[in-house]
């Protein structure tokens, strides 16, 4: 079995089928970029792996043990899985530091808020994180008065504090400029290197910079999957982008 | 050392003055002030119950109350059946004392108990809605309808809670056979409230603390973090209810006397007032709107009873509408938005920050 | 046996009476999503125009009805355009703030017509006997009012245009504001209906229940568990819950003490809920 595995999972909501068995393998250390139209079940599929949304059938497996229909919070602290959402999703009254310490990875059952001291090794690990976000600098800033882009930073950093096994990115560069995307793609290779990632993407430049296999999903279905060169070329995936366009223009 | 001294919330000098003025006080009140303080005491001591929970977790529960009477009727049986079978149940023809009072005789029990007796009923209530799914405002409906429930039960049960009367003749806080005099009981009181003032403020500004807040403001980024907000949630709400019933305790020596009016929705109504007009989450204002409030309330309502709830629930609606954090929290809120002025470099402090061109790209943010 | 029917039957009109008063409610909280406090005060208003109007002026009882249902309308009119509309979207203010003005509600009446209960005839006296057993004609006629109500209630919500402009306006704000829907005008007029009914409740109330400045904090927490039961935002689903839980009330309570019985149904609601927190009578999840 694959580190990460969905087996024939399906989410159908009031009768609308936003994901049709689907079945998709990661392996361990992996980072798997998923594509596809508004609309085909992206988003949904890292629902499902976070514990958000349980599929209606089928199974996701993690590290062997089942996970299917857990809560958010198991899969995220016994079972590791960070997940970066699709704005920044932060604490906007904290300080940057302060996010990221709420995020650190140990300290988040009741007892443990209670116990909870800060000494060199937690500040170093903090310091270092921060570093790595290229937000130290502005460690004591509160969150909403970054930039969209540090916000985006920001909340990668609160992923990594997690020291998650898996993690799971939400079209990490929405609103960025370029030289913004080029940054996170470099931070993504450098910070999640032996980590298992699965990203969700629409910004085919970022795609073609990070991705090692592509799965590219199609009205709840799973069209194709690849290198990034493969199913560039492949010709469903082409039709289905080239056919929306040919819609739009009728 | 200005420059820190900036950083320190105003409400820590609140805090300061606050306690500073309530320990010199018997020095120049009269002994019937001193009475009267005492008792604004232990409503600053239940104030301060629910601060933690609504103002840290955003909570609003609208029935505190009847962990404050909780605590105060468990202390009250205990007291009362001391000597035996009571005199409110003997007129019910009760000869011999209850079980379940029969446990309160033993009074270091009993005052345990009231504080374990609201943590309980706070656990098995938190229990069930903090684990639903339900939407956020059941919580309101459901303490506001279990606070008129009690309130109505202990109305009804005369014969084993004195009914609307209530139970009287309690006695004071002894030593040996003697009673404490008014002073000392006042800085019993003072020394009680220092202490849960203190162990409120650890409370906040621990992690715990921390988390509780991000409850309130981002309860599902928490969950994807590998929190589960309901063990926080349940945490507090009988850490709440616990001191509250602690509250109604030190209720009982200095009015000797508790009545269901003291379990029920207006006695819950009242520390809301206090909240909402002193301002929640930081603790001072919970502390200045009992204290004030709860001052004006003994100066006037002897006389002007019916204007003066008008006048109350007249200064609640505009704290609320022009003034929604209170009155600290507007304090508050004008120095915390200053700090992110002086943060994005656009108020000039005495060490000049420059203003940066990345600073204007993001919109300012406010509280 | 004839204790547990006539119960029964009787607990039907409890349930009318029930089911107006929470009928308001799930207008202005499960549409609207505002939580009114004063909803009992209005419920208070009402009671007490009606004792205006039959006691003092010696009008007939559907007039002080009329006039109840009128007088509460305008009043929520008024406090929508001064207090809802500022605080729009902001739940504890609105909490906070119509807590308040039930407060100034009640002292106000408090201080005008004094604290005692005010006498209100019932309109029509006597009763039924159906095989032995007293039904009340009130008692039915409180029923028939209550489904007359409830009929008319469905056929604005379903058969009108601005019923079809408020569920508009409830699944989809700014899309109904794109197409051209006054939605600042449809809240107030649906604030203004949930108050109004709330004063009919109160006239209804008043010939069988103590009229008195404090009487609506009695209601107010009826109400609530009722529309929590019946799933927030169901009309159906509220007549229904109003129903069960006044039934099970009022049977309890002729074996034992009516408190209990109301302790009793509200655990078993707070339970119920935990399963169940769409209410028993949704199939939709919000």
Redesign the interface.
Known sequence: MAFLELRDVSVSF?GFLAVDQVSLSVEKGETRVVIGPNGAGKTTIIDMITGKTAPTSGKVFLGGADITGCSPHEIAGKYKVGRKFQGPNLFDFLSVYENVEVALAGHSSVLKTFLYRKNKSIADEIKTILEQINLYGKRDVISTSLSHGERQWLEMGMVIAQKPQLITLDEPTAGMTADETYKTGEMIKTMMKDKTVIVVEHDIDFVEQIAETVTVLHQGKVLAEGTFAEVKRNPKVVQVYLKDDDEEVA | MMKEMKNIGWDKYIDVLLFAFLIGFPLVGSLFRVEMMSKCIVYIIFALSLDILWGSA?L?NLGQAMFFGLGGYVLALSYAARDGVPAFMAGFGVTEVPWFMQILQNTPLAVLLGMVVPGVVAGL?GY??F????????F???T???A??IE??FN?QQKYTGGANGISGLPPITIGSEPLSITAHYYLMLAVGVLVYLFCRWLTHSRFGMILRSVRDNESRLQFLGFNPAAFKLTIFVISGMIAGLSGMLYIPIHSFISPGNIG?AFS?SV??WL?VGGRGNLTGAMVGAFLITWMESLLSEQFE??W??L???A??AV??FF?KGLVGTLLDWQYNRKIDRQMGLVQTDDSVELRESDFATAKGKV | MELLISQSINGLSVSAMLFITALGLVIIFGLMDV?NMAHGEFIMIGAYVTYFVTTVFHFPFLVAMLSAFLVTALLGIVIEVT?IK??YG????T???T??????LQ??V??AFGPEDKFVGLPMEGSFSLQGIVIPHYNVFLIAVALGILAATLALFYKTGFGMQLRAVTKNRSMAQCLGVNTARIDTLTFACGSGLAGLAGALIAPVKSVMPSMG??Y??DG??TV?LGG?ASIAGTAASSVVISESVTVMAGYI?E??A??LV?LII??L???K?EGLFTS?K?
């Open positions: 009031s | 955003g609003m209530l069930f809605i684990t639903s799914k339900v939407k956020g405002v059941f309101n409906i459901i506001l309808s279990l008129s429930l109505m039960f009804n929705v109504t809301l007032v909402a019916n204007v709830l008008l109350l629930g007249a609640m609606l609320v509408m929604p | 939580v207090l500022r605080l902001k739940v504890a203010e909490l906070l703030a807590f308040a003005l039930s407060i100034i002292q106000l408090r201080m904090s009695y107010i927490v609530f568990l929590v927030f003490s408190i209990t109301k302790v509200f707070i339970v809920i935990r399963f927190p939709e919000r």
